[in-house]
T-cell receptor
Framework: EDQVTQSPEALRLQEGESSSLNCSYTVSGLRGLFWYRQDPGKGPEFLFTLYSAGEEKEKERLKATLTKKESFLHITAPKPEDSATYLCAGAGGGAGNMLTFGGGTRLMVKP | EPEVTQTPSHQVTQMGQEVILRCVPISNHLYFYWYRQILGQKVEFLVSFYNNEISEKSEIFDDQFSVERPDGSNFTLKIRSTKLEDSAMYFC????????????FGPGTRLTVL
């Protein structure tokens, strides 16, 4: 059974304090690892897709990396508007491109 | 920027009633999905739909659930006889032309079963 585990569950940072979020996965035939941002009461908002180990993607203060077992979302000098829940999801080898989601990391950035 | 839309934003229903949740995927997308998120829990896959048929479904998607693409723009999820445990946020998503492509999510419909 495919599994995605995220840590920590919650993270409090001061504005400007850089950190990393972890996503460990066991997804059979991984075809893509996705990062989403979710604000309270809203749908997941796409951030990055990573397809192979060693791949990195960047967008503003965020950088996602992928190894064969984990993915990291690095946040550099975060701002209060980066406060959200960050979700990691793996797409496995099934016919329907099902995403298996982790439980998310709730990030709070204090000014 | 094109986006997935969902209606209604909030649906309240009595246990045992049928509900239909509606979605308009991004217009040139070919893959369609439903997920749900029970309050405080993970986002869970329900079903994927491609070429007018279900391509994959989870154990949650039992005989009480059905999906349909009634026309060229809408994608619906029907729950025939709602249960208390169906209360959740339901998200529609769509993807373009590849099984590895990104899934873009709608804002969700909050379903409350009383």
């Amino acid at each position: 059974e495919d599994q995605v585990t995220q840590s920590p569950e919650a993270l409090r940072l001061q504005e400007g304090e850089s950190s990393s979020l972890n996503c460990s996965y066991t997804v059979s035939g991984l075809r893509g690892l996705f990062w989403y941002r979710q604000d309270p009461g809203k749908g997941p908002e796409f951030l990055f897709t990573l397809y192979s180990a060693g791949e990195e993607k960047e967008k503003e203060r965020l950088k996602a990396t992928l190894t064969k077992k984990e993915s990291f979302l690095h946040i550099t000098a975060p701002k209060p508007e980066d406060s959200a829940t960050y979700l990691c999801a793996g797409a496995g080898g099934g016919a329907g491109n099902m995403l298996t989601f982790g439980g998310g990391t709730r990030l709070m950035v204090k000014p | 920027e094109p986006e997935v839309t969902q209606t209604p934003s909030h649906q309240v229903t009595q246990m045992g009633q049928e509900v239909i949740l509606r979605c308009v995927p991004i217009s040139n997308h070919l893959y369609f999905y439903w997920y749900r998120q029970i309050l405080g829990q993970k986002v869970e896959f329900l079903v994927s739909f491609y070429n007018n048929e279900i391509s994959e479904k989870s154990e949650i998607f039992d005989d009480q659930f059905s999906v349909e693409r009634p026309d060229g723009s809408n994608f619906t999820l029907k729950i025939r006889s709602t249960k208390l445990e169906d209360s959740a946020m339901y998200f529609c998503a769509s993807g373009s032309g590849s099984r590895t492509d990104t899934q873009y999510f709608g804002p969700g419909t909050r379903l409350t079963v009383l």
